[in-house]
């Protein structure tokens, strides 16, 4: 398996950064691929001329190829098939020939049962810098390694509540003491 | 019409058809989904119903039910440009306590309740997805049997240039055939007229 670090819950803080993943330009090939394998045949995604009178410049990429991007660069994050759910706003058609920089950030984290889930807002600028997918996702790791290891040995999952920092108790929600959570609300 | 599926919101029918969609004529009258052939799952004959109510609705249409094959798993996963060698390797996937071959998160976007079994582009229109979202409650694995069904949630229009712009929302659920939610899926469609009135391209002399 990939020698780099795995991404645990118990490592994550609210504010980091998931590091950005940039795509290959995007390429009409592509927008086939996806549209044969989806089975998703929107005339727009395929067919220059229909593109065109309909008064597109040319024929426009699958939004769904976005999503695609943020699976990506979670997936390289997390080093596995950990997400949950992805939900993405398209604010700008993306074109052939785009290159895609795919971001996020974690926005909070909280245990449900036996799983411990990880809330993200993730964005997609273009070559341009343009914000052109907006979304939210949802990721359920491990706890830790112990509690990866443990269910893997078909054990007990590990159950572990976060305890208010030991710096500062009492202060986990409201608590400014994080810097680095503060002006990420930009809506 | 449209309210001939009794089930409750969330209960999927215990046996979803096995048998092939039947395409039948476009619909007529509502705008969104004018010239969109209507699909009807095959049951007994003249017990077709169309199988997606056009307006909102709770009630989610006759499941569908999509064999997940390993082909498609590999397939879409290269589509989307997925590297993960658990979408294309069912030793992999099996040392790592799958079934098989796991999907990737996306995939439900591939699977087909009767409504998405027609591209929805219908003529003189254009439709593009503003909003996207898929959320998996538990892994499907190639070899899995999975019901699915569509309800809208919501339409709405607005004026535009060049006729009313409409806004169509369509939520899809996944379930494994002991009613267990595997997926459940969200997109909303813009849905206006092309300015040219476009009718998909052909080749010439056709």
């Not at chain 1, 086939?32 to 727009?44: I, K, Q, V």
């Not at chain 1, 398209?90 to 996020?104: A, E, N, S, V, Y």
Request: aromatic residues 6%; hydrophobic residues 35%.
């Amino acid at each position: 398996m990939p020698l780099t670090r795995k991404i645990y819950y118990s490592s994550l803080q609210v504010g980091d950064e998931i590091p950005a993943w940039q795509s290959p330009p995007l390429d009409r090939i592509q927008f086939a691929r996806y549209a044969g394998a989806a089975g998703d045949y929107n005339p727009l995604y395929v067919d220059e001329p229909f593109a065109r009178a309909a008064g597109f410049r040319s024929v426009i990429a699958p939004g769904a190829l976005g999503l695609g991007g943020l699976s990506q660069m979670l997936t390289e994050w997390l080093k596995g098939p950990f997400l949950r759910r992805l939900h993405a706003k398209f604010l700008k058609i993306m074109w052939p020939g785009d290159i895609l920089t795919c971001r996020g950030r974690v926005t909070g984290k909280h245990r449900e049962g036996n799983d411990y889930r990880v809330e993200l807002d993730l964005w997609i600028e273009n070559q341009d810098g343009e914000m052109v997918v907006r979304g939210t996702g949802t990721a359920s790791l491990f706890h830790s390694a112990q509690d990866e290891s443990q269910r893997l040995a078909g054990g007990p999952p590990l159950i572990v509540d976060d305890p208010p920092s030991p710096a500062d108790p009492g202060s986990a929600k409201p608590g400014a003491s994080k810097g680095t959570a503060k002006g990420k609300s930009k809506r | 019409m449209g309210k001939s599926n009794p089930s409750p919101a969330g209960r999927s029918p215990a046996k979803p058809p096995r048998i092939g969609p039947t395409i039948r004529p476009p619909v007529a009258g509502l705008s969104a989904f004018a010239g969109m052939p209507v699909v009807s799952m095959g049951g007994s004959r003249g017990a077709e119903v169309p199988v997606l109510d056009p307006k909102p609705s709770t009630h989610f249409s006759q499941a569908a039910l999509n064999e997940i094959e390993r082909g498609a798993i590999r397939r879409f996963a290269e589509a989307m440009g997925e590297t993960n060698p658990l979408y294309f390797d069912e030793k992999v996937a099996r040392a790592q306590g799958f079934r098989d071959l796991v999907a990737p998160l996306l995939f439900p976007l591939s699977l087909r309740s009767a409504l998405t079994l027609t591209p929805v582009s219908p003529p003189n229109r254009t439709v593009l997805t503003s909003e996207q979202q898929v959320e998996q409650l538990e892994p499907i694995c190639a070899g899995d049997q999975v019901a699915v069904s569509s309800r809208v949630v919501e339409t709405s229009q607005r004026p535009g240039n060049a006729g009313p712009i409409e806004f169509i929302q369509i939520e899809d659920e996944g379930r494994a055939l002991d009613g267990r939610l595997l997926f459940r899926t969200r997109r909303t469609l813009i849905v206006r007229a092309g300015r040219e009135q476009p009718a998909p391209s052909t080749n010439p002399g056709a």
